[in-house]
């Protein structure tokens, strides 16, 4: 059980000012601590600022805003793990204020039990009887929601096993609007087994969210370019540039990284029906 807390680093910043900081201007550091992760996804396993890190990044920053908000080491669920690279990601950047972090993928790799997770849980979770034991402070669906034919209906499924005002946390390659309808199609047509078989807009994030009575409080494009193994991606500058466009145009962004949050005005909207014995969600869809 972790449940020690960390001594910030020099360059750490409270929640509240990270909030209000483009996402250019977060701390870039902690991918440089990145060795492992590096030696399995990149053939130059040196370069200090690789864009396809970003994102772990992404979700280390947003876990921590979480912790930092709460006070208390977190309750953590990750779906779709692949080797750890995430939970990987947090140790080797000193994150170590959780009390449980759940692994839930349909293939266990070796990986996972050096990594470090309190429980791994072999499931599908497309199956008519999936569900969760617990209640979590944060969900993560990392590069893992583009693999479902029905995406939206599993992050509404996924609210009923947050904290109260939980949150889901998540990212995947990102399609402008007007083409998302189109490429779903193609990609969906030649889909290979556990392949992309669902498209994302900025647009369908939000009401993915609005559908599942979440709020949307983060969302940005990560990157214009990839160069990965390329030297300039031992540049911060190149970095902080990527981070930049992606920001402003999240809809070309490369890929999407988004924080929904468990919305508490739902219930408070309809307290008499709650009471007489709907569920969450049929309050959602009133």
Same mark, same amino acid.
Request: glycine share 6%; with cysteine; net charge positive.
């Given at each position: #059980?972790?449940?020690?807390?960390?001594?910030? %680093?020099?360059?750490?910043?409270?929640?509240?000012?990270?909030?209000?900081?483009?996402?250019?201007?977060?701390?870039?550091? /902690?991918?440089?601590?990145?060795?492992?992760?590096?030696?399995?996804?990149?053939?130059?396993?040196?370069?200090?600022?690789?864009?396809?890190?970003?994102?772990?990044?992404?979700?280390?920053?947003?876990?921590?805003? $979480?912790? $930092? +908000?709460?006070?208390?080491?977190?309750? /953590?669920?990750?779906?779709?793990?692949? +080797?750890?690279? #995430?939970?990987?990601?947090?140790? =080797? %950047?000193?994150?170590?204020?959780?009390?449980?972090?759940?692994?839930? =993928?349909?293939?266990?790799?070796?990986?996972?039990?050096?990594?470090?997770?309190?429980?791994?849980?072999?499931?599908?979770?497309?199956?008519?009887?999936?569900?969760?034991?617990?209640?979590?402070?944060?969900?993560?669906?990392?590069?893992?929601?583009?693999?479902?034919?029905?995406?939206?209906?599993?992050?509404?499924?996924? +609210?009923?096993?947050?904290?109260? $005002?939980?949150? /889901?946390?998540?990212?995947?390659?990102?399609?402008?609007?007007?083409?998302?309808?189109?490429?779903?199609?193609?990609?969906?047509?030649?889909?290979?087994?556990?392949?992309?078989? %669902?498209?994302?807009?900025?647009?369908?994030?939000?009401? #993915?969210?609005?559908?599942?009575?979440?709020?949307? $409080?983060?969302?940005?494009?990560?990157?214009?370019?990839?160069?990965?193994?390329?030297?300039?991606?031992?540049?911060?500058?190149?970095?902080?540039?990527?981070?930049?466009?992606?920001?402003?145009?999240?809809?070309?962004?490369?890929?999407?990284?988004?924080?929904?949050?468990?919305?508490?005005?739902?219930?408070?909207?309809?307290?008499?029906?709650?009471?007489?014995?709907?569920?969450?969600?049929?309050?959602?869809?009133?």
């Amino acid at each position: #059980m972790k449940t020690n807390t960390a001594l910030k %680093s020099k360059n750490e910043i409270s929640s509240k000012e990270l909030k209000k900081l483009p996402t250019h201007q977060w701390d870039l550091e /902690v991918l440089e601590k990145q060795h492992w992760i590096k030696s399995i996804f990149l053939r130059n396993s040196k370069s200090k600022y690789p864009v396809k890190l970003l994102r772990y990044w992404f979700t280390f920053h947003l876990i921590q805003q $979480e912790y $930092e +908000r709460l006070g208390r080491p977190l309750k /953590v669920c990750e779906i779709g793990v692949d +080797r750890g690279q #995430m939970l990987k990601f947090m140790k =080797d %950047s000193g994150f170590s204020q959780y009390v449980e972090w759940t692994a839930v =993928d349909v293939i266990i790799q070796p990986e996972l039990e050096t990594v470090g997770y309190t429980h791994v849980v072999n499931a599908n979770v497309e199956a008519d009887n999936f569900s969760l034991t617990q209640k979590y402070d944060v969900i993560i669906t990392l590069h893992f929601l583009e693999h479902l034919f029905q995406p939206e209906k599993f992050v509404a499924q996924l +609210r009923n096993f947050l904290t109260h $005002e939980g949150v /889901v946390i998540g990212g995947f390659p990102v399609t402008p609007n007007r083409f998302e309808a189109w490429w779903e199609d193609r990609l969906r047509a030649k889909a290979k087994p556990f392949g992309h078989v %669902s498209v994302f807009s900025p647009k369908r994030v939000r009401k #993915m969210a609005s559908k599942a009575g979440m709020e949307t $409080e983060f969302l940005s494009g990560a990157f214009l370019m990839r160069k990965s193994d390329s030297f300039i991606e031992n540049s911060k500058r190149w970095m902080k540039f990527n981070l930049w466009f992606g920001s402003k145009f999240p809809s070309v962004g490369g890929e999407i990284y988004w924080k929904l949050r468990k919305s508490a005005k739902v219930i408070k909207l309809y307290p008499a029906l709650f009471m007489m014995g709907f569920s969450e969600m049929a309050l959602v869809e009133l």
